[in-house]
DNA sequence: CGAGTTTGACCCGCGC
DNA sequence: GCGCGGGTCAAACTCG
């Protein structure tokens, strides 16, 4: 029932899935915390908010971030730790193909201070 | 007006 | 097989 919806709304949307399924590309990813009081961190890059969603024992939810230059697919997830305020865990995927266009002294203090998680 | 945000629905993998 | 948790889409809305 469901796929039928799917295919009589969107005909193209069985293509679209196998297209991605196929596309196992799986990008770069790593993750740093930050000690700061805001959860945007305007790090030269311009980003488009696409979603948010509450993760389990956190509190907090989780905000997803998509890098408005096109043919730029960077994703970036931001999310504040439960029980600490004021760290911001935020978690980059992808690599940006151009270079900053507004540079930031404000983040390059906080990538002094930033924390890489090993598995990434 | 248009780029960016909000927000609920949708999708999908995984564990029970 | 089903329900849950996490990730994404897209229509409506907002604000400069």
Same mark, same amino acid.
């Given at each position: 029932? =469901?796929? *039928?919806?799917?295919?009589?709304?969107?005909?193209? +949307?069985?293509?679209?899935?196998?297209?991605?399924?196929?596309? #196992? =590309?799986?990008?770069?990813?790593?993750?740093? &915390?930050?000690?700061?009081? /805001? *959860? $945007?961190? *305007?790090?030269?890059?311009?980003?488009?908010?696409?979603? &948010?969603?509450? /993760?389990?024992?956190?509190?907090?939810?989780?905000?997803?971030? #998509? +890098?408005?230059?096109?043919? +730029?697919?960077?994703?970036? &997830?931001?999310?504040? &730790?439960?029980? *600490?305020?004021?760290? /911001?865990?935020?978690?980059?995927?992808?690599?940006?193909? !151009?270079? /900053?266009? #507004?540079?930031?002294?404000?983040? !390059? !203090? $906080?990538?002094?201070?930033?924390? $890489?998680?090993?598995?990434?």
């Amino acid at each position: 029932m =469901e796929e *039928d919806k799917c295919q009589v709304l969107f005909p193209c +949307c069985s293509e679209e899935k196998e297209k991605r399924k196929k596309k #196992k =590309e799986r990008e770069p990813k790593f993750a740093f &915390q930050t000690r700061s009081q /805001v *959860d $945007i961190l *305007d790090d030269g890059y311009r980003w488009r908010k696409y979603g &948010q969603k509450a /993760v389990k024992n956190n509190p907090f939810p989780r905000s997803y971030y #998509k +890098c408005t230059e096109e043919g +730029c697919r960077v994703k970036k &997830q931001v999310q504040r &730790q439960s029980g *600490d305020e004021g760290v /911001v865990v935020t978690t980059y995927q992808g690599v940006h193909t !151009h270079p /900053v266009d #507004k540079p930031s002294d404000n983040f !390059h !203090h $906080i990538l002094t201070q930033m924390h $890489i998680f090993p598995p990434y």
